[in-house]
């Protein structure tokens, strides 16, 4: 198996509950190791860059009024395929349809405050890495 890099961020949901360190734990359980880490508060326009992609989607406008409501905790995970070990340890985008024990069905308030963000595939992975941290600020 590839030792692999994601990006993750614990939503300001999680960090406004206290939940900064349950999840931690959760992703330490998992095998994943948190290279890199610092509580931070969005701008609108991080948030608009960083769910680029989203852009024309509905939910666009409240998706970055919920990411600059308070502080997250952007973090990289590193291990073995650690772009989908962590989706699954973070569950289903809705958490209605999330797995036991997964990070949203256990934390997540809604689909729009759902805890967690994670990358969906290595070349997203680097980008939004890249948009948050500099090269001596994660050591693996
Ligand atoms: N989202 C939402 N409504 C939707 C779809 C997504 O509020 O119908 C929010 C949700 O917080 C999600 C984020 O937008 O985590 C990004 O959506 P994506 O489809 O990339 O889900 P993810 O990769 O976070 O599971
Ligand atoms: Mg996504």
């Known amino acids: 198996m590839a030792i692999e890099r994601t990006f993750s ?3 300001p949901d999680a960090t406004r509950r206290n939940l900064t360190g349950a999840i931690n734990a959760k ?6 190791r948190i290279i890199a880490q610092k509580r931070v508060w969005m701008t609108r326009g991080q948030a608009e860059t960083f769910y680029g992609v989203h852009r024309e989607r509905p939910f666009f406008g409240e998706l970055v009024d919920t990411m600059t409501s308070g502080p997250v905790v952007v973090q990289v995970l590193e291990g073995d395929n650690a772009i989908k070990k962590y989706r699954e340890v973070m569950g289903a985008t809705n958490p209605e349809k999330a797995d036991a024990g ?3 069905k256990d ?3 809604s689909m729009g405050e759902n ?3 994670g990358s969906d595939a290595p070349e997203t992975a ?3 890495i890249a948009q948050w ?3 001596n600020e994660i050591v693996g």
């Open 115 to 117: 805890s967690v963000h």
């Open 102 to 104: 997964t990070i949203r």
């Open 126 to 128: 680097a980008i939004e």
């Open 27 to 32: 992703i330490e359980q998992a095998g994943l």
């Open 9 to 11: 961020i614990l939503k």
């Open 107 to 109: 934390f997540a308030v």
């Open 133 to 135: 941290f500099s090269g």
